[in-house]
């Protein structure tokens, strides 16, 4: 039996039916009682809005997998290349089992977007699996370049476990990846997922070489056309960031190129498409650059501190 709110006397009220068996909006007319699920009114209004988004909702060119499917993706992808974790109420699956379901997972994320690929869901699921082993190579020397370098880390699987460094990078390697074989929109909402996680935004579309080690994370952006090499270190609070920000400039490189072994400490702000970092460069905290520099260069930023005692401002 349908629940019947009745007609305001204030505000002109139109009904609106709900069916059971479809899911399906009607108005301005009351079904069956055998049929029905809600029979409410509605102000004049509300249904000038419904309308209006049901109709704006026929006119989107996209239509995507939902936020929480994607993060469940990436979560189990992640537990599956390492097993250091487990949840306290999850049943310990197979190797096999779990790639079945992942397969099966990243399928259905593909479905909604299955008009925009250019190629079969199903052969996009195949390339990304066949690549799967060399991501998970480039993962593990992340992982070790961490634990290497942060005095902090007791082991290699504290560093895959905890460190949101590794996450990011985990999330944008995937990510990378799936763009790579040509899949809109998903990988952004990969790498935005892990964004909300760690506070680290890293555009799938990015650059970046082996052994890569962001250390603390917090507020570090790496841009679409950034290039990274082999060996950088990056500190929390890092800009790999464009000079102009102009839609006529999105098939152009707008971010920087960071060659092999560059530490950039923390707050370095570099900037534009033209600028590189030469290799085994150190950029300081808190370095606004804009501008290139060469191999081996030691650049920082100079600031004045006055201190003072209470004494001499009285």
């Known amino acids: 039996m349908g629940v019947i709110v009745r007609q305001s006397t204030v505000l002109p009220y139109f009904p609106i039916s709900i069916h059971r068996s479809s899911g399906s909006v009607v108005l301005g007319h009351r079904p069956s009682l055998g049929k029905l699920s809600h029979y409410v009114f509605m102000s004049t209004s509300l249904t000038t ?15 995507l997998p939902s936020r929480p499917d994607a993060g469940r993706f990436i979560d189990q992808l992640m537990r599956m290349l390492f097993p250091v974790t487990q949840d306290c109420q999850s049943v310990t699956a197979n190797v096999g089992e779990t790639y079945l379901r992942l397969n099966e997972q990243l399928l259905c994320l593909l479905q909604p977007i299955r008009p925009n690929l250019g190629t079969l869901p199903e052969a996009v699921a195949h390339r990304f699996f066949d690549e799967l082993p060399a991501i998970h190579e480039h993962l593990l020397l992340d992982a070790q370049a961490i634990a290497d370098n ?3 880390a007791v082991s290699i699987e504290e560093v895959i476990a905890v460190y949101p460094g590794f996450y990011a990078i985990a999330v944008y390697r995937i990510a990378h990846a799936l763009l790579q074989a040509g899949v809109p929109l998903l990988p952004r909402m ?31 952006v790496i841009g679409e056309t950034t290039i990274i090499g082999a060996n950088v270190r990056v500190y929390q609070g890092v800009t790999l960031g464009a000079t102009h920000i102009a839609k ?27 600028t590189v970092v030469g290799h085994d460069s150190v950029i300081g905290g808190n370095v606004w650059l804009t501008e290139s520099v060469p191999p081996f260069s030691r650049v920082y930023h100079r600031s004045q501190i006055d201190v003072r005692t209470i004494e001499q401002d009285v």
């Open 150 to 152: 942060d005095p902090a």
């Open 248 to 274: 006529s400039l999105a098939q152009k490189k707008r971010h920087p190129s960071i060659e092999d072994n560059v530490v950039i400490y923390a707050n370095a702000t570099i900037l534009g498409g033209n």
């Open 49 to 63: 809005f419904l309308g209006r988004l049901a109709a704006q909702g026929k006119q989107y060119q996209y239509r």
């Open 190 to 220: 990969l790498t935005e997922y892990a964004h909300g996680q760690t506070g680290i935004d890293i555009h799938p579309g990015a650059t970046i070489g082996p052994s890569f080690f962001i250390d603390h994370g917090t507020g570090v």
